[in-house]
């Protein structure tokens, strides 16, 4: 069968709609219900239930047998394997929680690693979605460098001679114990505490990952409440968690400004400067927004290089903080061969970092085959208010309508049609929107069932959860929220909130520039009510303002061409790719 079939456009200039070219071929069920959704579906069954089931398929599709890609189907074949192995003992439905730890690794094709960027050393059924998602995302255009594959390779090698539990750290725990760092250790880390909303947590567990990657640091991650339920682990055979014996566990919530390793702290009371010789065992990095101007230091290239001789750096932070390392001549070089196009650092980085684990692929998986795999097109629509009150707000309402119209993302309606016959290109339009509200989706769902579309194309209208029913189960909710970024990122098109960094991580996964949702203002629907955005990556809401050579302030988002204030945030920094207009 066909496997290129399952992916939506695989390449960054396609023959603009050859889906529809050859569902043209096809009778009128199978025109209407998308010939790639019966597929999908298709192949979802069979690689579950009955093997044989495969051959059949293959019989009804010869033409697309030929048409084949080998590597794909190799890979294809090997997950049906693995699978069919995996459920013949017991009723196990697609995804489990169990670990089936005696399937051996098997080496996958390029593809299914997303060009080189996920390590093949994988046991399967401990995480579906590492292997599977490259059946539901459309490949990626952006290739990741071969820099940046190198480099990730290195890490891996990194955190499986550095990870918990190592020699390597266990003998660097005793710095801690000692108070001081002794000599030079074998290994650094950087331990990420578990710290605001999960849109936050995924934007700031990227930022650290790269601020490891540039200082050859070993990511630990604080598992908070639930980032075991939500994560697969990134890394071949050592875990990334920290282990729960710490030593500084019980501290991570009361770290703040003032406490006594605080890095700013230390600066501002003059204890540590660049000459001081015995430093800490470790240091405390207050990065989050109320940060005050000496945790700021932390983005001097000065400061970095006495940050570099403390073996253990404890992060918290709310904010994507990558803009800012692009500004700091000590990493300048390394983040230009990492990411040669600017805009990827996320994209990259949290496909490589973010795999959800079975129970919420599940979540995914499922939605999708219900809902969405049967479109045409795609519409992720996220709406995140910061307003009072409950909403929904007649003028957010307004701004979404008149941002997806006037982009003509939707269909307009003809409010004097009855009936609009099926034109020959009828497209089914399937509308994925998040809201904390269900009032936006059912407003939406009304209109487009009590009208026909001007140009006849049917538009389905979904939003998996909303948060009234959720309060109670915080697990479960965090879990659905991740699950639905997720399917936001398999959007063909994206339409955004403004300073919502769950959009930002569904935008950032799938690769896309959404359309941003202005901010309203005094409760008005914004004219224009949207933008394009110039770049996928997402804003650094607090950067700092300082340039630290000139110990004076400077617009940190005039400096240099790839990094700039962003759409939805005047004050904000983001990467952009430089060849996109202002
Ligand atoms: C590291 O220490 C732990 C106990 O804290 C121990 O179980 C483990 O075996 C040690 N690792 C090595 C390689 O010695
Ligand atoms: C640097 O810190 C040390 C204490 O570690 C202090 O004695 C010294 O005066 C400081 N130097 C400067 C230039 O502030
Ligand atoms: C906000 O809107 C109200 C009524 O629409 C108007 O009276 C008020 O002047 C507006 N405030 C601002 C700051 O524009």
Sequence with gaps: MDLSSFRRRSSPSPSPDSGSARRGFLPAPARRFGLGAMRLNHILASTLLVLPLLATISVFYPRDGARRPPDRAAGFAEARVLDGRALSGNATPLVSDDTDSSSPPVDLPKNDLLGGLLAAEFNKQSCLSRFQSAIYQKISPHKPSSFLVSKLREYEKLHKRCGPYTQSYNETLANINSGKAIGSTDCKYIVWISFSGLGNRILTLASAFLYALLTNRVLLVDRGKDMADLFCEPFPEKSWLLPTDFPLVNQFQSFGQNSPNCHGNML?????????NTLPAYLYLHLA??????????????????LAKVPWLVLKTDNYFVPSLFLMSSFDEELSKLFPDK?????????????????????????????????????????????EGNGPFPHVMDQILACTLKEKLL?????????????????????????????????????????PTVNGDL???????HEEYQ????????????????????????????????????????????????????????????????????????????????????????????????????????????????
Aim: charged content about 25%; overall charge negative.
């Design 268 to 276: 501002k009371k003059n204890i540590i400067n660049t000459s001081t």
């Design 289 to 306: 927004h109320d940060y005050g101007d000496h945790d700021k230091l932390f983005f001097c290239d000065e400061e970095q290089t006495v």
């Design 343 to 387: 805009e990827t650092v996320f994209h990259h980085l949290g496909r490589y970092l973010f795999h959800p684990t079975n129970r919420v692929w599940g979540l995914i998986t499922r939605y999708y085959q219900a809902y969405l795999a049967k479109a045409d097109e795609k519409i992720g629509i996220q709406v995140r208010v910061f307003e």
């Design 411 to 451: 269909p307009e309606v003809d409010e004097k049609g009855f009936i609009s016959s099926p034109p020959e290109n009828q497209k089914l339009k399937a509308v994925l929107l998040t809201s904390l509200s269900s009032g936006y989706s059912e407003k939406l769902k009304d209109m487009y069932w009590e009208y």
């Design 459 to 465: 538009v389905g209208i979904y939003q998996p959860s």
């Design 471 to 582: 309060q109670t189960e915080r697990q479960l909710h965090n879990q659905k929220a991740w699950a639905e970024m997720y399917l936001l990122s398999m959007s063909d098109v994206l339409v955004t909130s403004s300073w919502s960094t769950f959009g930002y991580v569904a935008q950032g996964l799938g690769g896309l520039k959404p359309w941003i949702l202005y901010k309203p203002d005094n409760r008005t629907a914004p004219n224009p009510p949207c933008r394009r955005a110039m770049s996928m990556e997402p804003c650094f809401h607090a950067p700092p303002f300082y340039d630290c050579k000139a110990k004076a302030g400077t617009d940190t988002g005039a400096l240099v061409p790839h990094v700039r204030h962003c759409e939805d945030m005047s004050w904000g920094l983001k990467v952009v790719s430089g060849h996109d207009e202002l």
